[in-house]
């Protein structure tokens, strides 16, 4: 398990990175898919779902990318309604969206606060 303070940090220099630069979507077309069924821009996946990313979204990471190449790849699961999407991004000297997609399994996510029941 991911220590929440790297994670926290991660997502500190990230959020800060795409305010500062941008965020870089890599031209993979299911990003583009998703953001045409969704009617939404690169704008709208950096503030509806980028920005608002916690430790809550958390997958897995930090991992190092298949390719060798610096920089360090983290994996989230967003709800919106009652779809999950998996966010992949990944930091070097730029902030990039590696995938938006919803979701092909159901994801773990080990740090979501799960709704208390009242039994």
Not at 2 to 19: I, P, Y
Not at 87 to 105: H, I, P, R, T, W
């Amino acid at each position: 398990m991911v220590q929440m303070a790297t994670l926290l940090q991660f997502l500190k220099r990230f959020k800060a990175k795409v305010q500062e630069t941008g965020l870089i979507p890599v031209q993979r077309s299911k990003v583009y898919d998703e953001l045409r069924i969704l009617c939404w821009m690169i704008e709208d996946l950096k503030n509806e779902i980028i920005l608002k990313l916690s430790p809550e979204n958390y997958h897995q990471g930090p991992m190092k990318d298949h390719d060798g190449s610096p920089g360090e790849i983290w994996e989230f699961g967003v709800r919106v309604g009652t779809i999950t999407y998996y966010v992949k991004l990944k930091l070097d000297d730029e902030a990039k969206c590696l995938s938006f997609k919803m979701a092909e399994y159901e994801m773990y996510l080990p740090l979501e606060k799960k709704p208390k029941s009242n039994d």
